[in-house]
């Protein structure tokens, strides 16, 4: 079981509203990542950090900023949702002196209704 | 365009049957493909990890195998149980970059019943 963690799991809000998605991770991993994933299809990055006050750009655009102020932390944070951003996000960190062999371990996941 | 797909999209067994679950990627260049096992409702978890070199790989009742050349992976589970009710994923990186990139797979939803 990885330790790594995600609240709240479950969230419902109202268009327009701030919200900050939690990840926290106690494995020490420099690399840490946000994916979001509808039913059915694949995961598509949308940040990622390579260690503290790293962040970068997925490949799926996405309205939402992060920040890495400590290793362990990740904070996901959407200014004003809006039913478009009604997804399941996921968070996952992996250690980068791994070679090959690097792997994400996933949180259980926030899925996020924006009404 | 580096993708990667599974088949079949869903697939239903009776408990204490096998199945094999498919993967084909068009990745390049290629560095390793993982099955990751996504429990409903909880983040992906992964059976195993082959590199180009490696044609086989166990995990208990799960076996991965990857022909490197035809670009074709696939996941067999032995002995079904309830527990092995998931989606499976492929997930294939890349060594393109320092990243390692991934790509996923949209997943083959496994039913296991009783």
């Known amino acids: 079981e990885a330790d790594i963690y995600q609240t709240p799991r479950y969230l419902v809000i109202g268009t327009g509203k701030k919200i900050t998605l939690e990840c926290s991770q106690t494995?020490?991993?420099?690399?840490m990542y946000w994916y979001q994933q509808d039913p059915g299809m694949e995961l598509h990055l949308i940040h990622y950090?390579?260690?503290?006050?790293?962040?970068e750009k997925g490949d799926l655009s996405s309205e939402s900023t992060v920040s890495r102020i400590r290793t362990e932390h990740f904070p996901l944070t959407l200014e004003s949702a809006r039913p478009s951003h009604t997804s399941q996000y996921l968070c996952?960190?992996?250690?980068?002196?791994?070679?090959?062999?690097?792997?994400?371990?996933f949180g259980p996941g926030t899925r996020l209704l924006v009404l | 365009k580096n993708q990667v797909e599974q088949s079949p999209q869903s697939l239903i067994i009776l408990e204490g049957k096998n199945c094999t679950l498919q993967?084909?990627?068009?990745?390049?260049?290629?560095?390793?493909l993982r099955w990751y096992k996504q429990d409903t409702g909880r983040g992906p978890v992964s059976l195993t990890i082959?590199?180009?070199?490696?044609n086989t790989k166990s995990n208990g009742r799960y076996t991965a195998t990857l022909d490197a050349d035809t670009k074709q992976s696939s996941l067999h589970i032995t002995a079904s149980q309830l527990s092995d009710s998931a989606s499976y994923i492929c997930?294939?990186?890349?060594?393109?970059?320092?990243?390692?990139?991934?790509?996923f797979g949209r997943g083959t939803q496994l039913t296991v019943w009783p």
């Open positions: 494995m020490g991993h420099d690399k």
């Open positions: 082959m590199t180009f070199s490696e």
């Open positions: 997930v294939v990186s890349d060594r393109g970059s320092t990243l390692g990139r991934l790509y």
């Open positions: 996952a960190s992996s250690a980068s002196d791994r070679g090959p062999a690097e792997t994400q371990y």
């Open positions: 993967c084909n990627y068009t990745v390049s260049p290629f560095s390793n």
């Open positions: 950090s390579y260690g503290v006050n790293s962040t």
